[in-house]
């Protein structure tokens, strides 16, 4: 069965990096595009970006652009996020997703999503 | 990028209640429209995609209806197990966005 299992979150300081990692299984990570939505502690989903299935494309919300870099693994089945000049708005927990087409081919969802890895941006 | 909304921004409803939630899009986005839901300290689940199309799996009192910038969410008979915050997603560009959700509790 397909699982996503985030890691590498934590508590950081305003202005430094950290890495997160999703681990892919039960399906080939190489044949869909994947996904990173965060959710602010009491807050809504936030899109954060999306790497295509053959890294051919990457696109990131207004609000991460520029410090934060989706990339993936398929070798390793793994999905990253790297964040860079950390804010404290950045607090929040990170999910990954699969993206999934529909049998027509056009529309897109996110049908499989991880638990969760939270990232806390204070002093 | 295109702006989603939601009304309304929660609601209270009963154990068998027919509840509707309304998402707008700041541009027609034609039927590029998923549905999710979402309890407490839990990930996001998809219920709808491309406006009107039920999840494998999801009850059928679920359903979706609209195209361009107006979509509705209807639960026809509410469930305990309904009681979650509800999410509209575009998936028209690569850029997507989520509406900023309607949450159903008890009455």
């Known amino acids: 069965q397909v699982q996503l299992v985030e890691s590498g979150g934590g508590v950081v300081q305003p202005g430094r990096s950290l890495r997160l990692s999703c681990a892919a299984s039960g399906f080939t990570l190489s044949s869909y595009g994947m996904h990173w939505v965060r959710q602010a502690p009491g807050k809504g989903l936030e899109w954060v970006a999306v790497?295509?299935?053959?890294?051919?494309?990457?696109y990131y919300a207004d609000s991460v652009k520029g410090r934060f870099t989706i990339s993936r693994d398929n070798s390793k089945n793994t999905l990253y996020l790297q964040m860079n000049s950390l804010r404290a708005e950045d607090t929040a927990m990170y999910y990954c997703a699969k993206e999934s087409l529909d049998s027509s081919g056009f529309y897109k969802t996110l049908d499989y999503w991880g638990q969760g890895t939270l990232v806390t941006v204070s002093s | 990028d295109i702006q989603m909304t939601q009304s309304p921004s929660s609601l209270s409803a009963s154990v068998g209640d027919r509840v509707t939630i309304t998402c707008r899009a700041s541009?027609?986005?034609?039927?590029?429209l998923n549905w999710y839901y979402q309890k407490p300290g839990k990930a996001p689940k998809l219920l709808i995609y491309a406006a009107s199309s039920l999840q494998s799996g999801v009850p059928s009192r679920f359903s979706g209806s609209g195209s361009g910038t107006e979509f509705t969410l209807t639960i026809s008979s509410l469930q305990p197990e309904d009681f979650a915050t509800y999410y509209c997603q575009q998936s028209y560009r690569n850029v997507v966005t989520f509406g900023p959700g309607t949450k159903v509790d008890i009455k």
């Open positions: 790497i295509f299935y053959d890294e051919s494309n990457e």
């Open positions: 541009q027609s986005i034609s039927s590029y």
